[in-house]
């Protein structure tokens, strides 16, 4: 069973741009979830979508935001990138939603440096 | 802000040295996760541990979980140069009108020495 794909795995973008990042949750998963991790701040949570709904938001601005796919396939997307936004940003699946007390795995995340 | 917090935050040891990792958390919780993350990678998943639990094992590893000091440590047997990584917990909010976050801790690096 495959685990959780994210892509691309590394990126260069620049001050301003945008950037979209693509999560596949292992197969039969609903529930996805990013979070954005920097040595700062450590790990935080992003979002969380559900049947392609977004069920939580954490404390980030409104050029962070995402999308799930009928296929439970998630995308999330910076606007107007900031260099503050570099950082590891990590896609995680599980089989119900956050609170239901199911194992959570996690991809292999996307390097994400703004220049 | 971060619900848990880990001590302590760097710990090094021979190869063969048993590692304990602690973990506190703020709030009730439906299970706790522990995380294991090598340098620029993902986190791997290790064990959960729900809050009806006390211990678990899993090979080298135990699990203890003290929901009335909202607390968990990860105990490491015999540890290995393989095992050097951070190791994050991770709790999911339980109750009150919120859908949950996942939260995590802020990590302890091991680092075993061979």
């Known amino acids: 069973k495959a685990g959780v794909t994210q892509t691309p795995r590394y990126l260069i973008k620049t001050r301003g741009q945008q950037v979209t990042l693509s999560c596949s949750p292992i197969s039969g998963h609903r529930s996805v979830s990013w979070y954005q991790q920097t040595p700062g701040q450590g790990l935080q949570f992003l979002f969380e979508y559900f049947s392609e709904t977004q069920r939580n938001k954490g404390n980030f601005p409104g050029r962070f935001s995402g999308r799930q796919f009928s296929n439970s396939r998630s995308e999330m997307n910076v606007s107007t990138l900031e260099l503050g936004d570099s950082a590891l940003y990590l896609c995680a699946s599980s089989a119900g939603p956050l609170n239901s007390g199911n194992t959570i795995y996690f991809g292999e995340g996307s390097w994400l440096t703004v220049v | 802000s971060q619900q848990g917090e880990e001590d302590p935050q760097a710990l090094s040891i021979q190869e063969g040295e048993n590692a304990t990792m602690n973990c506190s958390y703020k709030t009730s919780i439906n299970n706790l996760q522990w995380y294991r993350q090598n340098s620029g990678r993902g986190l791997v998943h290790l064990i959960l541990i729900r809050s009806n639990e006390r211990e678990k094992h899993s090979g080298r590893l135990r699990v203890t979980l003290d929901t009335s000091k909202k607390s968990s440590s990860l105990l490491i047997t015999a540890s290995r140069a393989a095992d050097t990584a951070s190791y994050f917990c991770?709790?999911?909010?339980?109750?009150?009108?919120?859908?949950?976050?996942?939260?995590f801790g802020q990590g302890t690096i091991l680092t075993v020495h061979p």
């Open positions: 991770a709790t999911v909010f339980a109750g009150g009108t919120s859908y949950g976050k996942l939260t």
